[in-house]
Nanobody
Framework: QVQLVESGGGLVQPGGSLRLSCVAS????????MRWFRQAPGKEREWVAG???????SYAGFVKGRFTISRDNDKNTVYLQMNSLKPEDTAVYYC?????????WGQGTQVTVSS
């Protein structure tokens, strides 16, 4: 059974940093791409960043240069380092894995950027 558990969210001031983690289990983590999404209140969920099994990274335009996605296959964990945070980055952040054509989501972790 695929499980994804996010952590690392919290309240941070504008310009601050957070590192999100997503621990995966129930599948061969190193063989799959991983993605981060976010959903702000009243808005649709949107893709933030992705990393392939081969460590190729991609980012949404609105976070490029501020966020970095990485993975540690020994720890079955994908990370999202978020720097220079803005109030508009406030959202619940989710990790996602598509395994055997099934979408698998974590429960999400809240990020609030406010002074």
């Amino acid at each position: 059974q695929v499980q994804l558990v996010e952590s690392g969210g919290g309240l941070v001031q504008p310009g601050g940093s957070l590192r999100l983690s997503c621990v995966a289990s129930g599948f061969t983590f190193s063989s799959y791409s991983m993605r981060w999404f976010r959903q702000a209140p009243g808005k649709e969920r949107e893709w933030v960043a992705g990393i392939t099994a081969g460590q190729v990274r991609s980012y949404a335009g609105f976070v490029k240069g501020r966020f970095t996605i990485s993975r540690d296959n020994d720890k079955n964990t994908v990370y999202l380092q978020m720097n220079s945070l803005k109030p508009e980055d406030t959202a619940v952040y989710y990790c996602k894995a598509v395994v055997d054509n099934n979408d698998n989501w974590g429960q999400g972790t809240q990020v609030t950027v406010s002074s």
